[in-house]
């Protein structure tokens, strides 16, 4: 009989910023069991939401992510703006919009090249990271910053769009759209990542359900979920977009559906500058917020996202509840990596895009003769390189 | 590697099935208010409080421990199988525990008091197991304790935090 061997990995992790911890129990190269353990970046947001005015809250909570930042602001924006009552115009919610997906493109080609490093193909990276500067420059153009936007406010946004910015962004969209397609054909028939991607995390359509789990990750199991059209929220009840999904239900349909994605967001783009309508960008609130509670719900670049507000009548929120996309993915990534093999357990965390990793360093521990290791990212890449290229396994294509 | 070793592999990458993209019963959107007069015939004496606060939100409040039978309601009739999130909330001598569920597109948000000083509630991860999580987030940072949990461990803070702390309460005060 094979012994069971526990396996922490994480929390710290150098590659993809965010720490987590997962303990794996392995029985040689197979995980069997999965046990998550979050929680090592809670700093308390939420609390500190309450003593805080609306307006101040907005760019702390624009620092819950670095990489979604508008996501969470817009989410925040339209609670607050709803516990008030007022509606914001509709060049302001287009404005929002706009920048929402190019967040999205931006989001997803980061997370394109990640995957490509976690497979070792470190070429990927290099070329898209490149080409994500074209969507970074433009929403530096748009907003004034690369990376916590600013840009919505409560009742609207902050900036408006000049024509010569229009023009500017409809050829960048242009190359994004070239650049992508060419990832797509690239990645689809590439052996160095499909054989990799293929059979790898499978999570079936009907576990991902029961598991709540959210965006890209519950499409690529073929489930057809999208916040943007089962509750339309911003302007995407008159945006016209499809819901990509993919029947392949492991790391490669999460490829497909975030590349797919992209060029959907740029259509969306395109959709929004054409139609922009015009007037103001901006309505005013009071700053008192009378008593109300509010869900608001969008889809984040990595699924749904949920703000529960509940005001009582001062310029302070009584609550703030957050729940972000990947604790909902937590459940269903553990049931990927178990019956893998270790050497995927990167890139099949990788897939569901976590605002958090872990493999950083590996201990191992041999609980029969009381001996242990560590390893560190790089030994457990090099080995997840070496391992693949002496097996040829079987069942791969 | 031996070939005996490598035969749970081959069953594991056998090719997968097709699967059609999946459109969900919930998908439809069904009028808010009806839903709302459905769930006031069940619970009867047991729903506290019900509105339609806007299109595709609906609020609920049951008596403490008619959630469950709420939650198994909305799954026989509803199609409901996604939990958004768990939300605790303190509103002085009780604590309140919001549950936001997804049926038929509609944000069902469902709500239930429970006593500061004895803070129990009935677990529904066995009607929903996604809501695993958000349960032992709740009871981290409130300290409301879901009966029948499989495993009620400390998710969010650190393994330091002192016993019986519970930070989102409102008489808790980040320290200067």
Same mark, same amino acid.
Request: proline share 6%; charged share 30%.
């Given at each position: 009989?094979?012994?069971?061997?526990?396996?922490?990995?994480?929390?710290?992790?150098?590659?993809?910023?965010?720490? *987590?911890?997962?303990?794996?129990?392995?029985? $040689?190269?197979?995980?069997?069991?999965?046990?998550?353990?979050?929680?090592?970046?809670?700093?308390?947001?939420?609390?500190?939401?309450?003593?805080?005015?609306?307006?101040?809250?907005?760019?702390?909570?624009?620092?819950?992510?670095?990489?979604?930042?508008?996501?969470?602001?817009?989410?925040?924006?339209?609670?607050?703006?709803?516990?008030?009552?007022?509606?914001?115009?509709?060049? $302001?919610?287009?404005?929002?919009?706009?920048?929402?997906?190019?967040?999205?493109?931006?989001?997803?080609?980061?997370?394109?090249?990640?995957?490509?490093?976690?497979?070792?193909?470190?070429?990927?990276?290099?070329?898209?990271?490149?080409?994500?500067?074209?969507?970074?420059?433009?929403?530096?153009?748009?907003?004034?910053?690369?990376?916590?936007?600013?840009?919505?406010?409560?009742?609207?946004?902050?900036?408006?769009?000049?024509?010569?910015?229009?023009?500017?962004?409809?050829?960048?969209?242009?190359?994004?759209?070239?650049?992508?397609?060419?990832?797509?054909?690239?990645?689809?028939?590439?052996?160095?990542?499909?054989?990799?991607?293929?059979?790898?995390?499978?999570?079936?359509?009907?576990?991902?359900?029961?598991?709540?789990?959210?965006?890209?990750?519950?499409?690529?199991?073929?489930?057809?979920?999208?916040?943007?059209?089962?509750?339309?929220?911003?302007?995407?009840?008159?945006?016209?977009?499809?819901?990509?999904?993919?029947?392949?239900?492991?790391?490669?349909?999460?490829?497909?559906?975030? =590349?797919?994605?992209?060029?959907?967001?740029?259509?969306?783009?395109?959709?929004?500058?054409?139609?922009?309508?015009?007037?103001?960008?901006?309505?005013?609130?009071?700053?008192?917020?009378?008593?109300?509670?509010?869900? *608001?719900?969008?889809?984040?670049?990595?699924?749904?996202?949920?703000?529960?507000?509940?005001?009582?009548?001062?310029?302070?929120?009584?609550? =703030?509840?957050?729940?972000?996309?990947?604790?909902?993915?937590?459940?269903?990534?553990?049931?990927?990596?178990?019956?893998?093999?270790?050497?995927?357990?990167?890139?099949?965390?990788?897939?569901?895009?976590?605002?958090?990793?872990?493999?950083?360093?590996?201990?191992?521990?041999?609980?029969?003769?009381?001996?242990?290791?560590?390893?560190?990212?790089?030994?457990?890449?090099?080995?997840?390189?070496?391992?693949?290229?002496?097996?040829?396994?079987? $069942?791969?294509? | 590697?031996?070939?005996?070793?490598?035969?749970?592999?081959?069953?594991?990458?056998?090719?997968?099935?097709? &699967?059609?993209?999946?459109?969900?019963?919930?998908?439809?959107?069904?009028?808010?208010?009806?839903?709302?007069?459905?769930?006031?015939?069940?619970?009867?004496?047991?729903?506290?409080?019900?509105? !339609?606060?806007?299109?595709?939100?609906?609020?609920?409040?049951?008596?403490?421990?008619?959630?469950?039978?709420?939650?198994?309601?909305?799954?026989?009739?509803?199609?409901?199988?996604? &939990?958004?999130?768990?939300?605790?909330?303190?509103?002085?001598?009780?604590?309140? !525990?919001?549950?936001?569920? #997804?049926?038929?597109? !509609?944000?069902? #948000?469902?709500?239930?008091?429970?006593?500061? #000083?004895?803070?129990?509630?009935?677990?529904?991860?066995?009607?929903?197991?996604?809501?695993?999580?958000?349960?032992?987030?709740?009871?981290?940072?409130?300290?409301?304790?879901?009966?029948?949990?499989? #495993?009620?461990?400390?998710?969010?803070?650190?393994?330091?935090?002192?016993?019986?702390?519970?930070?989102?309460?409102?008489?808790?005060?980040?320290?200067?």
């Amino acid at each position: 009989m094979v012994s069971t061997f526990k396996v922490p990995i994480g929390p710290q992790h150098p590659a993809l910023k965010e720490p *987590s911890n997962f303990t794996f129990d392995v029985e $040689g190269e197979y995980v069997v069991n999965v046990t998550p353990r979050v929680g090592y970046n809670h700093r308390g947001i939420e609390k500190a939401c309450e003593n805080r005015t609306y307006l101040q809250d907005i760019y702390l909570i624009e620092r819950i992510c670095g990489i979604c930042s508008h996501a969470h602001t817009t989410t925040f924006c339209q609670a607050v703006e709803e516990c008030g009552g007022i509606q914001a115009p509709p060049r $302001g919610i287009y404005l929002r919009t706009l920048v929402a997906e190019l967040n999205r493109i931006h989001s997803h080609l980061l997370w394109l090249g990640v995957a490509g490093h976690e497979v070792g193909w470190d070429t990927l990276l290099m070329y898209v990271w490149r080409d994500r500067e074209v969507v970074m420059e433009i929403l530096e153009m748009l907003t004034g910053n690369r990376v916590n936007y600013a840009i919505n406010t409560i009742g609207g946004v902050r900036r408006d769009i000049t024509p010569e910015q229009a023009r500017k962004l409809t050829k960048a969209l242009n190359i994004l759209e070239d650049r992508t397609k060419h990832y797509r054909n690239l990645c689809l028939g590439e052996k160095t990542l499909l054989s990799r991607a293929i059979g790898v995390g499978v999570l079936k359509p009907n576990v991902a359900r029961s598991l709540c789990a959210v965006g890209p990750t519950l499409r690529a199991s073929g489930i057809k979920s999208d916040v943007r059209r089962d509750d339309p929220y911003a302007a995407y009840d008159v945006t016209p977009f499809e819901v990509i999904t993919s029947d392949m239900c492991d790391v490669a349909g999460r490829v497909v559906v975030r =590349v797919d994605e992209t060029l959907q967001s740029v259509n969306i783009c395109r959709w929004l500058l054409e139609n922009l309508p015009s007037g103001d960008i901006r309505t005013k609130l009071t700053r008192r917020i009378p008593p109300n509670e509010v869900v *608001s719900r969008i889809e984040a670049p990595r699924g749904e996202l949920i703000h529960f507000v509940r005001s009582n009548g001062t310029d302070k929120p009584d609550r =703030v509840k957050v729940r972000a996309p990947t604790l909902g993915n937590i459940l269903a990534v553990c049931e990927m990596l178990k019956g893998g093999y270790i050497a995927d357990i990167p890139i099949v965390l990788a897939a569901i895009d976590p605002c958090f990793s872990c493999t950083d360093r590996m201990l191992f521990v041999d609980s029969k003769n009381d001996k242990n290791w560590i390893w560190s990212n790089e030994d457990l890449k090099r080995y997840s390189t070496k391992f693949y290229a002496k097996e040829s396994l079987p $069942g791969r294509r | 590697m031996s070939e005996e070793k490598r035969a749970p592999t081959e069953q594991k990458k056998a090719p997968l099935p097709k &699967i059609e993209p999946q459109e969900i019963e919930s998908q439809k959107i069904e009028n808010e208010n009806s839903m709302v007069e459905e769930i006031k015939k069940f619970l009867g004496e047991d729903l506290i409080e019900a509105k !339609v606060q806007r299109p595709r939100r609906i609020y609920l409040k049951v008596k403490p421990g008619a959630h469950r039978k709420t939650i198994q309601f909305m799954k026989d009739n509803w199609g409901l199988y996604h &939990i958004s999130t768990i939300s605790g909330l303190d509103l002085g001598d009780n604590l309140e !525990v919001v549950f936001h569920l #997804n049926a038929r597109n !509609v944000a069902v #948000n469902v709500r239930a008091e429970v006593p500061r #000083n004895k803070p129990k509630i009935e677990t529904i991860t066995d009607l929903l197991p996604g809501s695993n999580l958000y349960e032992r987030e709740v009871h981290d940072l409130f300290g409301i304790e879901f009966k029948g949990h499989p #495993n009620l461990e400390r998710l969010e803070l650190p393994e330091d935090w002192p016993k019986g702390v519970y930070p989102l309460r409102k008489d808790w005060k980040a320290p200067e």
